[in-house]
């Protein structure tokens, strides 16, 4: 057989293993994408019950204003940025899309004239903003996969100090939404302080007469980081369940790639095992042909 | 009329149940028991037992942490932390104590670690009822 055909044949059978592989990969992302949805509705009722508690006892403190944490401030000198990538990539546009988004809202902090820091969660947010020179609080890695609360605890509780300390003005926090396995959204939302319409009682609601032990402040004082957590928890939570619907739909386009070429370069083996036997055929015709000549010659 | 129970993590749901006659829990303030009827009260947790009379049994589980709601005959608990007698496994734990109680040692002044001992204490004190 020629070499031309022989390497064609090499070739389809690379990309076979490879479509192999791709294949695997869109099996194992599509069934994490369940379990990470079953994390998300399971750490709702937490969050939710937080909030509501949270909304019953602002309608009651008359300092929940004065809390540092709901208090907005005038003049915004630091900002914050929280941004949630991947550890792994051959996850299509999921890293690049949050990283566009943050990206641009640093872009814009620093025109303002602010000062900005970045804490960064996955290795692929960080090798970005590193090689780019952006100044980076802190990173951590390993986490994105499978987010635990004691994860968001972490840098829910660095924010905060942060915040209450002055060293932060606000704090903003880049993740992917999560809305259906076909649909994930890059989307920035503020963190801290918290948005008012987040916790304020809703309009017409009675809350209902509280006992509280300790007094009312003092419970929304341990309740409201802890809404920063959740908060921050939910957020990671979106964004592992988007990471794997991204990453099912990246190797499903690579294998359905993958198929198209075999498919091609098939065609091509074929197409040149056929040229080369033509081609024997022809030498063979050839030599007989000029055989016969020399022999009606003599 | 029954109280209706609640208790959620923020990783999941621990215990749900409609039938318990009373409810003890550990505020920071002090431990409290609540019986159908109660008025609306929200109270903030230390670390301790938490348990749930019902007609038939007596059902205990560590909460470290959190919050504790009552409303209308609903107790709804809020932990952070929250683990039931059969997930524990007592030598395991009896280490845990061991370890933390030595790192406590070894830095006073280190409130975290001492919360987590508290926490691995309890959790001991828990299995071994």
Redesign the interface.
């Known amino acids: 057989m020629g070499a031309k055909f022989r390497k064609t044949q090499k070739r389809i059978d690379s990309i076979r293993s490879t479509t192999k592989i791709t294949r695997a990969m869109e099996l194992v992302a599509a069934s994490r994408i369940v379990k990470a949805q079953q994390r998300l509705v399971r750490a709702r009722p937490y969050a939710m019950r937080i909030q509501q508690a949270i909304r019953e006892l602002a309608g009651v403190s008359e300092v929940a204003a004065e809390f540092p944490l709901l208090k907005p401030r005038d003049d915004i000198r630091s900002s914050g940025f929280v941004v949630i990538t991947s550890d792994r990539g051959l996850a299509g546009s999921y890293n690049s899309g949050v990283i566009g988004v943050a990206a641009d809202l640093i872009r814009d902090a620093r025109r303002a004239g602010r000062e900005t820091r970045l804490h960064v969660v996955g290795k692929k947010g960080l090798s970005f903003f590193r090689f780019r020179g952006y100044p980076i609080a802190s990173h951590v890695a390993g986490i994105s996969d499978t987010p635990r609360f004691e994860d968001a605890e972490a840098l829910g509780e660095r924010l905060v100090a942060d915040f209450v300390s002055g060293g932060l003005d606000e704090v903003r926090i880049v993740y992917t939404d999560f809305q259906s396995s076909a649909r994930q959204v890059a989307t920035a939302t503020q963190l801290l302080p918290i948005r008012r319409q987040d916790v304020e009682p809703s309009p017409g609601a009675i809350a209902p007469l509280y006992e509280f032990e300790p007094e009312p402040a003092a419970i929304l004082s341990l309740l409201l980081p802890r809404y920063v957590n959740t908060v921050v928890f939910a957020c990671l939570l979106e964004s592992a369940a988007s990471e794997h619907a991204a990453r099912r739909r990246a190797m499903k386009a690579a294998t359905e790639n993958g198929e198209e070429l075999v498919k091609v370069y098939t065609r091509i083996a074929n197409r040149d095992r056929q040229a080369e036997i033509t081609g024997e055929i022809m030498e063979v015709v050839a030599g007989a042909e000029a055989l016969r000549e020399r022999k009606e010659a003599s | 009329m029954p109280l209706t129970v609640q208790v ?6 621990v215990e749900v149940a409609a039938d318990a006659s009373m409810v003890l829990a550990h ?3 002090g431990d ?1 028991g609540i019986l159908p009827g109660h ?6 947790l230390g670390t301790g037992p938490l348990e749930i009379v019902r007609p038939d049994r007596r059902d205990a589980m560590l909460v470290d942490g959190g ?1 504790l ?1 009552v ?2 005959d609903r107790v ?1 608990v ?1 932990a ?1 932390y929250a683990v039931l007698p059969g997930e524990i496994d007592p030598a395991a734990a009896a280490r845990e104590v061991e370890v933390l109680r030595r790192e406590a040692e070894a830095a006073p002044g280190d409130d975290a670690a001492r919360g987590r001992l508290a926490r691995a204490e309890a959790t001991l004190k828990l299995a071994g009822r």
């Open positions: 959620v993590t923020p990783e999941r749901e505020g920071v303030e409290v008025a609306p009260l929200l109270i903030a919050f709601q409303k209308d709804i809020l952070e």
